[in-house]
């Protein structure tokens, strides 16, 4: 126990675990991308798969509180090692430039994953913590997307979000130690195309439920 303590402490441990919790997010993402394209099927589907999740019981409260631990990892070791690299900026490290180097994605992740913090708060008050009593899902929802502030801000969002995947995919198999010249451009375009698919995916959902 003392040497995975010891390995976590470390600045290597620290990226570890920024890998590792950035793949369970990607993986939450694809399957919620998947229950929200239900949407498409009209409101009794999309009321269907919120009450299919809600039968689940406890599996949903220990997965909402994985995400929520995953989240806090995520975020502080974030923070700690952008203040760290942010002390070391005298002496910086030189930037890879193969693919997934200087990039969008690359220069504004600190800052892209601050923005899409604050956005997953504002969706969680504006979805999951408000009152459902007497409603469903599906009006909750058209409630929301009919407000056009809040679709700019789900749309934008989204595109942040997109621009942060670009390069976290990437990092987060170069971290673990797929660093090749054969494989890592092949990470990067896998990356770029998940971030549209995301960007793309979710951005599109509240403009077609504003116009239905």
Request: charged letters at 5%.
């Amino acid at each position: 126990m003392n040497w995975l303590i010891n390995t976590l402490g470390t600045s290597i441990g620290k990226k570890l675990m920024m890998a590792i919790t950035g793949f369970g997010f990607i993986s939450f993402l694809l399957a919620h991308l998947a229950g929200n394209l239900t949407l498409y099927g009209g409101k009794d589907a999309f009321n269907a798969y919120a009450t299919h999740l809600h039968s689940l019981g406890p599996l949903i409260n220990i997965a909402e509180i994985g995400l929520l631990t995953m989240a806090l990892i995520h975020v502080l070791t974030g923070g700690y090692l952008f203040f760290q690299n942010w002390q070391a900026r005298p002496t910086r490290y030189v930037k890879n430039k193969r693919a997934g180097g200087r990039t969008i994605g690359s220069m504004t992740m600190p800052y892209t994953g601050l923005m899409v913090l604050a956005f997953v708060i504002l969706h969680l008050v504006q979805f999951h913590f408000t009152d459902q009593t007497h409603t469903t899902i599906f009006e909750i929802v058209s409630r929301a997307f009919n407000n056009p502030l809040y679709v700019a801000i789900y749309v934008v969002a989204m595109v942040i979000l997109a621009i942060h995947i670009s390069h976290g995919f990437w990092s987060l198999f170069q971290t673990l130690g797929a660093n090749h010249p054969k494989y890592s451009p092949a990470f990067f375009i896998i990356g770029i195309g998940l971030s549209i698919i995301f960007g793309v995916g979710f951005g599109i959902l509240p403009i077609y439920v504003a116009f239905i």
